[in-house]
């Protein structure tokens, strides 16, 4: 499966941004889909990840209660909703998909990647 993220930018600490991840190859609903993002000289971390059908969600506890992923599955695609932006979510934003939801929250867990979106947030 091909991923190609979009929607990124610069905004000022507390706005908002919606990413999205446009997927393309194989059959959209067979994958569990997630974000994860990385900042510079830091490794890359979980950041969100939904279920095939989009019952079931899963967020860093830092984003839980600002962030939103959410997925159409007509229009293979997933979305991140970003609210309450700080300078410290500032990061590429990688989006992931795997058939597996075993290893959820891990990079290690997902086979496939985007090329990923700058956010930068400034204060």
């Known amino acids: 499966v091909q991923l190609v993220e979009s929607g990124g930018g610069l905004v000022q600490a507390g706005g908002s941004l919606r990413l999205s991840c446009a997927a393309s190859?194989?059959?959209?609903?067979?994958?569990?889909m997630a974000w994860f993002r990385q900042a510079p000289e830091k490794e890359r971390e979980f950041v969100a990840a939904?279920?095939?059908?989009?019952?079931?969600?899963y967020y860093a506890d830092s984003v839980k209660g600002r962030f939103t992923i959410s997925r159409d599955n007509a229009k293979n695609t997933v979305y991140l909703q970003m609210n309450s932006l700080k300078p410290e979510d500032t990061a590429v934003y990688y989006c992931?998909?795997?058939?597996?939801?075993?290893?959820?929250?891990?990079?290690?867990?997902?086979?496939?990647w985007g090329q990923g979106t700058q956010v930068t947030v400034s204060s």
């Open positions: 190859g194989r059959t959209f609903s067979d994958y569990v």
């Open positions: 992931a998909a795997d058939t597996s939801i075993r290893l959820v929250r891990f990079v290690h867990g997902f086979h496939y």
């Open positions: 939904i279920n095939w059908s989009g019952t079931s969600t």
